[in-house]
């Protein structure tokens, strides 16, 4: 159409920007594009249209330079009222000056391209930046040293399996208060079950509250003494676990077999308002509970390289199991002997205060095994 002398799109409500090839209609003397939608910048080629002497593009949404030769020198012909986005032209047109960094930079990317890549490229880096918080949280949950471990290595071999904050989480229903079976210094006690070599476990986690002064302390002790010793009368320690919880906070426990018949001190001291009936031992239980006692304080004192002083026995910490084999628990105020005359290491602390619970501790200056006469007389006591 290159014939073609007059071209009125006028109020046509047209969108878009101004084909270039509009240049190239040499012959055109009119051209009416007022009253629409047209947005972009005006062609360059336009200026090459020698015939044209009358130019109507007012009450769009042009936007950039205009240019300077050609037609739009014509400053009777030229109307771009309405387009206040329009600058630079001849200086009679008294348009804004353009930036020409800026001029420049919109003639290579359209300004709705800029702005969808800088949405795309603000969208992909956020993404981004949630799968890596993801990643790193869900190794923290899923991981048992998302924190690096503390505990003795001998209770990271084959023998114990590797629990994390999330495992014993969904063991103890979320540490509910229906699973709370028992309150110490350093902590809580919680019931559960969880899949140990393709078999469902009750178990025992004792989680130990961090912010008790001495309440660490007690952890690592207690993992390194149960990982010296092997007896059939100490509660056995199914595995340590030292990580971080769901809030990014330090979390230190023990999992432990689960003793049905509870504490021997619900036995001996059984609650009178109990509305369950109350179990009394008998006096061939109480001598056997009694020998149970015994025999792992010799193998603690005697047996053991170097020796171990438990330091805290009382009815509390001795727990038995269903055909009431007594077992002895809570090693969190262990002594390990590195000094052969073990009496003379124990007198030499005993300044730091008293070790155990004021009742049951054995005098400062009789040897350890003491402490179980002291028991044995309250277990055989009517």
């Known amino acids: 159409m290159r014939g073609l002398v007059l071209l009125n799109l006028t109020k046509n409500s047209l969108t878009g920007t101004i084909p270039q090839e509009l240049g190239f209609m040499n012959g055109m003397k009119e051209l009416y594009l007022a009253q629409n939608y047209l947005i972009g910048q005006i062609p360059g080629t336009m200026e090459s249209m020698a015939s044209l002497y009358r130019l109507d593009i007012s009450f769009n949404r042009l936007v950039g330079q205009v240019p300077k030769n050609g037609m739009f020198t014509n400053l009777t012909g030229l109307?771009?009222?309405?387009?206040?986005?329009?600058?630079?032209?001849?200086?009679?047109?008294?348009?804004?000056?353009?930036?020409?960094?800026?001029?420049?930079?919109?003639?290579?990317?359209?300004?709705?391209?800029?702005?969808?890549?800088?949405?795309?490229?603000?969208?992909?880096?956020?993404?981004?930046?949630?799968?890596?918080?993801?990643?790193f949280s869900k190794k923290a949950l899923r991981s048992p040293s998302a924190k690096t471990m503390t505990v003795d290595p001998s209770l990271l071999d084959g023998m114990y399996p590797r629990l994390?904050?999330?495992?014993?989480?969904?063991?103890?229903?979320?540490?509910?208060?229906?699973?709370?079976?028992?309150?110490?210094?350093?902590?809580?006690?919680?019931?559960?079950?969880?899949?140990?070599?393709?078999?469902?476990?009750?178990?025992?986690?004792?989680?130990?509250?961090?912010?008790?002064?001495?309440?660490?302390?007690?952890?690592?002790?207690?993992c390194k003494a149960l990982s010296k010793i092997r007896h059939r009368n100490l509660n056995h320690v199914i595995t340590c676990c030292s990580c971080s919880d769901l809030n990014q906070n330090d979390f230190k426990a023990l999992v432990l077999e689960f003793m049905f018949n509870g504490s021997l001190d619900k036995w001996l001291h059984p609650k009178v308002d109990s509305s369950y009936h109350v179990n009394v031992l008998t006096l061939l239980q109480r001598l056997n509970i009694a020998a149970d006692i015994a025999a792992p304080l010799d193998y603690l004192h005697n047996d053991c390289h170097p020796s171990i002083v438990h330091c805290d026995v009382k009815p509390r910490n001795i727990l038995l199991g269903e055909d009431l084999v007594a077992r002895v628990g809570d090693f969190g105020l262990t002594?390990?002997?590195?000094?052969?005359?073990?009496?003379?290491?124990?007198?030499?602390?005993?300044?730091?205060?008293?070790?155990?619970?004021?009742?049951?501790?054995a005098p400062g200056n009789q040897k350890p095994y003491m402490l179980f006469l002291q028991q044995s007389a309250q277990l055989m006591h009517f």
Do not use: W
Not at 90 to 100: A, D, F, S, Y
Not at 103 to 116: K, S, T, Y
Not at 181 to 190: E, F
């Open 79 to 135: 109307s771009f009222n309405g387009n206040a986005k329009l600058c630079g032209g001849i200086e009679e047109l008294n348009l804004p000056k353009c930036p020409t960094e800026s001029v420049e930079h919109d003639r290579r990317i359209p300004r709705v391209i800029r702005n969808a890549i800088a949405v795309i490229s603000i969208i992909i880096l956020a993404c981004f930046i949630v799968a890596l918080i993801f990643l």
């Open 164 to 222: 994390s904050f999330s495992d014993l989480f969904q063991a103890t229903n979320g540490f509910s208060a229906d699973n709370l079976i028992g309150m110490g210094q350093y902590g809580s006690v919680y019931k559960g079950e969880i899949l140990l070599k393709d078999l469902v476990t009750t178990i025992a986690v004792k989680v130990f509250d961090l912010e008790q002064p001495g309440s660490s302390k007690s952890f690592l002790t207690e």
């Open 335 to 361: 002594k390990i002997l590195t000094d052969p005359l073990g009496e003379q290491l124990i007198n030499s602390k005993s300044s730091m205060g008293i070790l155990g619970t004021i009742g049951y501790v």
